[in-house]
Structure formats: structure tokens, C-alpha cells
């Protein structure tokens, strides 16, 4: 049962925690138990079709009634997992506290996550001890880490509750759900990046194979503008920019932090067009880019000339690097991570 304040990410985090438990093995059943916001069971049930699980609600049942019919539902059909998404209310009352004892009582959940909004900082706090004294919580998610805030409150909301941290909601797509670790979290706070999860999200996005002959291309100093792209691709799977950036650690994740996400996103996104503009034979042969195709360049890019000169400089220099971090061993590349 997922229990939390209207705003802070339930719909979504029971979208995303169907998609995880799916993927380890289980057979996962939604229940949409919000009668009370418009479209919540929509959501629900568009979120439930994305994470390939089925939805159970039915309208004008109260939530109790709600949860245990779809209790049974779930035993019947041989589900092994029922995740209940419950209504919030603006602020703490007891006639949500009671509605959410009266759905507990009916369903018996082995699990009561509390789903917080990280933005809302040492604002939560009071939240999380209304939830605690009200109703049996087992854990924690703390929803939009992707936000400004660092996540120290949720260290703050851990200790008030006394119930452990389960996952981080870390964006608004399914798989931005990732298990709580709390070397990984300190490391964001201080600023020091998070590589394992860096790790995790390439694994997820890249192929191994062709990640291995890729890298191989781009230390041998030997890749294309096509290559180029295809990286920048499956880079783009991988999330939001800022967020991957904020990763990385060292001099290389600081120098990423300074610039503004949207600046980031925004430069990525005209590189992509500049590269989607030109032909196969171009990019695998940039050699060959005259002042008359770099203007039709520009043109179908909806760029300028001096962005497709820029780009061009950019990668012999990029490819320039690689060659010389091949030729010296590698030797250099650690100043890039501090």
C-alpha cells in the first residue's frame, strides 16, 4: 500500500514499482484506489499499460471496498504482488487517516510505503510523523530527486519515522525508480556524483556488445560522426542530461554542474539536428564537408553556419583527445575525474 499527502508521486511510484517488481519475477496487479482525484484511475490505468500489468477499479466502491475486492481479484488471477494506490489530501486530516486505516485493515499489506516529495526539504518532517502515528509504516520512497534538492531531508525523515529508506523516485519515466543505497545518496549530497548508478543506467540503455566495439572506436581515436550520434542516442536513453551529468564525479561532474541543465538539453538537442542533417556519407566522412554542404547543413538544422563549424571542431578535437589518451596509456584521464 502506497499512503502519502496528494502531489508527492504516488500514482507514478506505484507506475514504476509495477515495472520493477515485474522485471524480478513477479506477477504484479494495480489497484486504483483514489476515487477522489479526477483521472487518478486514467493515470493509474495508462501507467499500468506502459508497465505491461493489469489495473483493477471499479467506480463508486469506497477504497476499503476497493482494495479487498481487489485483493481477491489478485489471489484468484495468481498474482504474486497487489500494489494499492491509495487517495491523498492536501494536508493531514482524519478523514484521510481513517480511510487509510480502514483500507490497511481490509487488505493486511505486508508492506505501507510512505511516498514523499523530496522537494518539500525539512518541510516532510512534520508529514512523516503525522503518517507514523496514524498508521504501521514498513518504509520509505522519496519521491523527485531529480529536483533541486539534494536529498538531505530524506536522512531527516528516516530518523523520524524509524522505518527504512526503500527507493529513490528519480524522474517522471517508468524505470526512474531506483533502490535506496546510502553511500550512493551521501555521495549526491556532498556533491561527490554516483558512479554505480551512472554504471546502472548505461548497463540498462546500452547494448554490451555493441557498447564494447563502440568504446573500443572512440579510445582508438577511429570514430565517425555516425558513431558520434548513435552515442549520443542511447546517452538520451539513459535520462535527462542534468541528471546523468550530476553523476559524474571529480573536476568533470563539478564543471557539468555549473551549467545549467536546460542550457545542456538545449545544446544536445542542435547537435542532433546538425548530425540528423547531414547524409550517411557525411558523418561517416566529415572530410568531405565544403562551405556549400555545411550551408545546407545549417539550413536543414535550422542552424547557422558557425554551429555547424563549432560542432566540426568539436569533434577533431574530441577524436584528438582519444588519440592521444591511446598513445600516452590512458595516462591523463583520471585529472578528467579529479
Given at each position: ?44 490505468q ?42 491523498g ?7 484521510l ?92 549530497i556532498?556533491?561527490m ?89 557525411e ?56
Amino acid at each position: 500500500m502506497l499512503v502519502g499527502l496528494q502531489g508527492a508521486g504516488k500514482t507514478t511510484t506505484a507506475g514504476k514499482l509495477a515495472q520493477i517488481m515485474r522485471a524480478r519475477g513477479e506477477r504484479v496487479m494495480l489497484a486504483a484506489g483514489d476515487p477522489y482525484r479526477p483521472a487518478a484511475a486514467q493515470q493509474l490505468q495508462a501507467l499500468g499499460e506502459r508497465a505491461g500489468v493489469p489495473v483493477f477499479w471499479e467506480e463508486d466502491l469506497k477504497p476499503e471496498k476497493l482494495a479487498a475486492k481487489a485483493l481477491k481479484q489478485a489471489e484468484k488471477g495468481g498474482y504474486t504482488l497487489l500494489i494499492i494506490d491509495t487517495a491523498g489530501r492536501s494536508q493531514l486530516d482524519d478523514l484521510l487517516m481513517n480511510e487509510l486505516s480502514a483500507v490497511a485493515k481490509n487488505t493486511n499489506p505486508v508492506e505501507t510505503l510512505l511516498v514523499v516529495d523530496a522537494m518539500l526539504g525539512q518541510e516532510a518532517l512534520p508529514i512523516a510523523q503525522g503518517f507514523r502515528d496514524t498508521i504501521s509504516l514498513t518504509g520509505l520512497i522519496i519521491a523527485k530527486m531529480d529536483g533541486d534538492a539534494r536529498g538531505g531531508a530524506a536522512i531527516s525523515i528516516r530518523s523520524v519515522t524509524g522505518v527504512p529508506i526503500k527507493f529513490l523516485g528519480t524522474g517522471e519515466k517508468l524505470d526512474a525508480l531506483e533502490s535506496y543505497d546510502p553511500a550512493r545518496l551521501s555521495s549526491r549530497i556532498l556533491g561527490m556524483g554516483d558512479m554505480i548508478g551512472l554504471i546502472e543506467k548505461a548497463e540498462a540503455a546500452f547494448d554490451a556488445e555493441d557498447a564494447e566495439m563502440q568504446a573500443s572506436k572512440l579510445m582508438s581515436g577511429e570514430f565517425t560522426m555516425e558513431d558520434w550520434m548513435d552515442q549520443m542516442r542511447q546517452v538520451r536513453k539513459m535520462g535527462p542530461l542534468g541528471q546523468i551529468m550530476d553523476m559524474l564525479p571529480g573536476q568533470m561532474g563539478q564543471a557539468a554542474r555549473d551549467i545549467p541543465p536546460d542550457e545542456m538539453e538545449n545544446q544536445l538537442k542542435r547537435t542532433e539536428a546538425i548530425l540528423s542533417s547531414m547524409t550517411v556519407q557525411e558523418r561517416r566522412n566529415p572530410d568531405i564537408l565544403n562551405a556549400s554542404r555545411r550551408r545546407r547543413i545549417a539550413a536543414g538544422s535550422g542552424n547557422q553556419v558557425q554551429d555547424v563549424n563549432r560542432l566540426m571542431k568539436q569533434f577533431r578535437e574530441t577524436r584528438k583527445l582519444f588519440k592521444t589518451l591511446q598513445k600516452s596509456g590512458g595516462r591523463g584521464l583520471s585529472r578528467l575525474f579529479g
